[in-house]
């Protein structure tokens, strides 16, 4: 029996696009898998077929678009109009993938909830609040969750890092990594500014913190499986994440009882602060004294094949399918 009919958004016009492309395939198919009526839809481009479908199911994630490519399909994107059509309109629920810029800083969410169509994921708020690092990071002091010292740069002001390395550079409002740089002297904090601001005009500069990485999903107000990541990369980056095949990621995650109770209460704190609604997931990282930091929460997680979120799920004993399934049930009911 056919459940309900899901529109699964995806695309979009930020460097994340193919990742967002690849997760809408992939959670078109396993709704399908649970006996919905899915459709693939590009926020640009429409609906898309099954042969495209099935391309971004089977195919390894590309580079990033380049910027003139992002405008032009930026320049070409009707949202108002997509959201009257017949593909979105007609959907008991929508199920937006989309991340990055516009999909996961509430302005996709405030178009959904004026006309009135459920969705999956974080609202407004808790979209933006989880969007913005520097924002998150000031209510994770105010709510007792663990995060390395910071600052916040913005674009045209002069910033001087004083000799303190290494730091980590990042856009203020990015994700996958993108335009982040590991920088140890003056020189490289010069051009991992110039590198950050060219995807957002707020820059944060963290300390760097030397540890093992972990993530961890969650699902309503359960916690997930932890995982660790292992690359031979620098840190974690788009290529990493995405591209290379020597990152490992272990799940569950080789850790002491001390540090599943530490993540799950940050998790949870993490979650609540930010106003996450239905799913997300938090990285985080434990220094060489087993104190555990938090990076950032996602409130649009990647959900490709090889996806952390889905790993998180998978390894806490809920199938991909089975997973996506949750997540509608809870839109469905308007379970917060």
């Given at each position: ?34 006996g ?26 590309r ?13 070409k994107t ?12 007609d ?9 990055g ?26 979209q ?9 990071k ?23 890092q004083?000799?303190?390395?290494p730091?980590?550079?990042?856009p ?12 140890r ?8 500014l ?43 980056d ?33 979650a ?42 998978a ?22």
């Amino acid at each position: 029996m056919v459940k309900s009919r899901v529109t699964v958004l995806a695309g979009g016009f930020s460097p994340e696009r193919e990742v967002s492309l690849a997760s809408g395939a992939n959670v078109a198919a396993q709704l399908r898998m649970s006996g919905y009526e899915a459709i693939l839809v590009d926020l640009t481009l429409g609906r898309l077929d099954e042969a495209a479908e099935r391309q971004y199911c089977r195919g390894a994630i590309r580079d990033t678009p380049s910027y003139d490519d992002l405008e032009q399909l930026r320049a070409k994107t009707d949202v108002f109009g997509l959201i009257q059509s017949r593909d979105v309109s007609d959907a008991d629920l929508v199920f937006p993938v989309i991340h990055g810029a516009f999909g996961e800083d509430g302005h996709l969410q405030a178009i959904l909830d004026a006309a009135r169509l459920p969705y999956v994921g974080s609202g407004v708020l808790g979209q933006a609040l989880a969007m913005n690092k520097d924002v998150s990071k000031n209510l994770f002091v105010q709510n007792g969750v663990p995060t390395a010292a910071w600052k916040r740069v913005q674009l045209g002001v002069e910033a001087v890092q004083g000799g303190r390395y290494p730091v980590v550079v990042k856009p203020a409002g990015a994700g996958s990594a993108i335009g982040v740089s590991i920088c140890r002297n003056e020189e490289e904090f010069r051009e991992g500014l110039r590198r950050a601001v060219e995807f957002d005009d707020e820059v944060v500069v963290e300390d760097y913190i030397k540890g093992r990485e972990f993530t961890v999903g969650m699902l309503g107000d359960t916690v997930l499986a932890i995982g660790e990541i292992r690359s031979s990369a620098t840190f974690f980056d788009y290529q990493a994440k995405y591209q290379a095949a020597s990152t490992q990621e272990i799940f569950p995650a080789d850790v002491s009882a001390d540090i599943v109770s530490a993540a799950q209460d940050a998790a949870r704190r993490a979650a609540d602060a930010l106003r996450i609604r239905h799913y997300c997931r938090m990285d985080f990282i434990v220094d060489q004294s087993n104190q555990l930091f938090v990076l950032e929460v996602n409130a649009v997680p990647g959900m490709t094949a090889k996806s952390l979120y889905p790993q998180s799920a998978a390894a806490a004993g809920l199938p991909f399918h089975v997973l996506c399934d949750r997540l509608c049930e809870m839109a469905l009911a308007k379970k917060v």
